[in-house]
């Protein structure tokens, strides 16, 4: 299978955005299939959350970026098998102004991807994207095949999905006219609370085609995963939040299959 890059995003902050980056590639990873994460997001919260320690990020994607290492340098191992990351550093969030003078400046990553080869050996690149939709988000999107949307089942979540949705629209007809939405994910539902359950319908009716089938359940192993430095179905594979990633992971694995068919 060639390889798939899929920007992960959402511009409002605590939708689950960075778990599923986390989870899904280490679910992906379980199942065999080699897996690297960049982490866009100047907070580095998925470099954190995979174990690497601040100090072992000399090499990140700001200086891949910044033109500082090549893009082969900066990938670093985690303890996951068959799962790489290219770490972030508070620096990223200079690049910006940095890039101000540089003509098709959108376009930075997808040529550093595109111009080197060390994107041979994944078969799925996921993209972190910062919780803002900024240059670093709209160079994720260029770069991408594609966007997968984490929404978490609560009462502002439908507020902005619009604007992203048309954000993409944009990037598509301007920079990357190849860029679909793979599907929206359901995030941190909670099926005591009936808002949730009326969140995850409400989207299901005026989205159904881009809604996956796997919802993600709000789960305390899920949330204290992090603080330890690892995933949630390395810290509690049992958990309900791991046993759904595990059935996203097959899900997209399927949708991936249907789409090389059609």
Do not use: W
């Not at 390889?3 to 990873?29: D, E, P, R």
Request: aromatic content about 6%; overall charge negative.
């Amino acid at each position: 299978m060639k390889n798939k890059i899929i920007a992960i995003s959402n511009q409002k902050g605590g939708v689950g955005k960075t778990t599923t980056a986390i989870n899904l590639s280490t679910a992906l990873a379980a199942i065999g299939e080699k897996v690297l994460i960049i982490d866009l997001d100047p907070q580095g919260n998925a470099s954190t959350g995979l174990g690497i320690d601040y100090q072992n990020r000399n090499n990140s994607i700001y200086e891949v970026l910044a033109s500082q290492c090549n893009l082969f340098d900066a990938i670093q191992n985690t303890e996951i098998e068959n799962l790489k990351i290219i770490p972030s550093t508070v620096d990223l969030s200079g690049i910006e102004p940095e890039l101000a003078e540089v003509n098709d400046r959108a376009f930075t990553l997808k040529k550093i991807l595109t111009d080197q080869n060390s994107l041979n050996d994944f078969s799925f690149v996921f993209i972190d994207c910062p919780p803002a939709l900024s240059l670093l988000t709209v160079m994720a999107m260029t770069a991408a095949d594609s966007v997968i949307v984490p929404l978490q089942c609560e009462f502002f979540a439908l507020e902005g999905l619009s604007q992203l949705i048309k954000t993409i629209d944009r990037v598509k007809q301007n920079l990357n006219q190849n860029l679909t939405i793979d599907g929206i994910v359901l995030t941190m539902f909670d099926a005591r609370n009936k808002l949730s359950s009326q969140v995850a319908d409400d989207v299901k009716k005026h989205l159904s085609q881009q809604v996956y089938e796997t919802i993600i359940p709000r789960n305390v192993r899920v949330s204290e995963a992090p603080s330890f430095g690892m995933p949630a179905l390395i810290y509690d594979q049992k958990a309900a939040g791991s046993q759904a990633y595990l059935r996203l992971a097959d899900e997209i694995i399927r949708q991936n299959k249907e789409q090389e068919a059609a």
